[in-house]
């Protein structure tokens, strides 16, 4: 028999929370602290929520996992978090330090991986994973984060909240 890999454990581990978890917000706080406890190279994962109504659009820290950040609120024009929500895209950077969008959070951050979430089509957030590690974040990490967030996309879409 096959041995699953610690990714594919860790994927099928997000499948099982996103069944068992009431709201998308107890989804989110449990899917940080999966992914930051059971991926070596996920130093800080946290997700950021467009604020509802707000003119200018406006990210929102909400549940993470990792040392605290100066970015709790990131507009949509700054940062890795802003390219993300604005372009609806995934963006991966392999050296933070060539990058003239990244907002530091912590010095020793070398790779970043943002993944919008979305509800019915439009982006209502995003999953960022920053990384000590550079080029941490390989086809098989981008696959994994990219999961995590249609789980708490679908969450919204079913449970609202
Ligand atoms: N590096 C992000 C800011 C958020 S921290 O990584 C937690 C960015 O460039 O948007």
Known sequence: ??????????????????????????LMQKLVRLLHERVLK????????????AQPPMLVLGAFEGATTPHTRIPLNQG????????????????VGKDPRYLACSLETKSEIVVPVFVHG??????DIDSHFPAAFTREHQDLVQYCALLVGKKLETSGH
């Open 1 to 26: 028999m096959r041995v699953a890999s610690k990714m594919e454990e860790v994927r099928n581990e997000a499948g099982e929370l996103a069944q068992a978890a009431v709201t998308a917000h107890e």
């Open 42 to 53: 996920y130093n800080w994962v946290g997700f950021y929520m467009l604020e509802p109504g």
């Open 80 to 95: 890795i978090c802003g390219a993300a929500a604005s372009s609806g895209q995934t963006v991966v950077v392999d050296d």
């Open 122 to 127: 439009k982006v209502v957030g995003e999953l």
